[in-house]
């Protein structure tokens, strides 16, 4: 008798295109909920983590740095503020050598973050 992974898996091959409807139906019948998730802070926050573990940030309290990036307002540079413009979008800096467990620099404007690399 084959394990429950297994037992999935082969019902997952055997009804494809039962799933794919299933899944259809779901998305039409929850468009709602799906378009509030989309666009809730949560789902915001886990993106922006997920980008920085995925560049390879290294940091011990994912949680604090991006309530620090969002408090933010000012290039730690050159002090411009920062916006969601391209030259002032907000950056995080980070060490590219990985010699410690936290190789965040600073927050900075974009302009300052591709001078810095």
Same mark, same amino acid.
């Given at each position: 008798m084959p394990s429950s992974k297994e037992y999935l898996r082969l019902y997952r091959l055997k009804n494809k295109e039962k799933?794919? *409807?299933?899944? /259809?139906?779901? /998305?039409?019948?929850? =468009?709602e909920s799906i378009k509030q998730y989309r666009? #809730?802070?949560?789902? =915001?926050? $886990?993106k922006t983590i997920s980008q920085w573990r995925y560049?390879?940030?290294? $940091?011990?309290? &994912?949680?604090? !740095?991006?309530?620090? &990036?969002? #408090?933010?307002?000012n290039c730690e540079n050159c002090n411009c503020i920062l916006d969601t413009n391209t030259k002032t979008k907000k950056c995080l800096d980070h060490d590219h050598r990985i010699t410690d =467990?936290?190789?965040? /620099? *600073?927050? !900075?404007?974009k302009s300052c973050n591709s001078k810095r690399q």
């Amino acid at each position: 008798m084959p394990s429950s992974k297994e037992y999935l898996r082969l019902y997952r091959l055997k009804n494809k295109e039962k799933q794919k *409807e299933y899944m /259809r139906l779901w /998305r039409i019948k929850n =468009k709602e909920s799906i378009k509030q998730y989309r666009n #809730s802070k949560h789902n =915001k926050k $886990c993106k922006t983590i997920s980008q920085w573990r995925y560049r390879g940030i290294l $940091c011990f309290d &994912f949680d604090l !740095l991006y309530d620090i &990036f969002l #408090s933010t307002t000012n290039c730690e540079n050159c002090n411009c503020i920062l916006d969601t413009n391209t030259k002032t979008k907000k950056c995080l800096d980070h060490d590219h050598r990985i010699t410690d =467990k936290f190789n965040v /620099r *600073e927050i !900075l404007c974009k302009s300052c973050n591709s001078k810095r690399q």
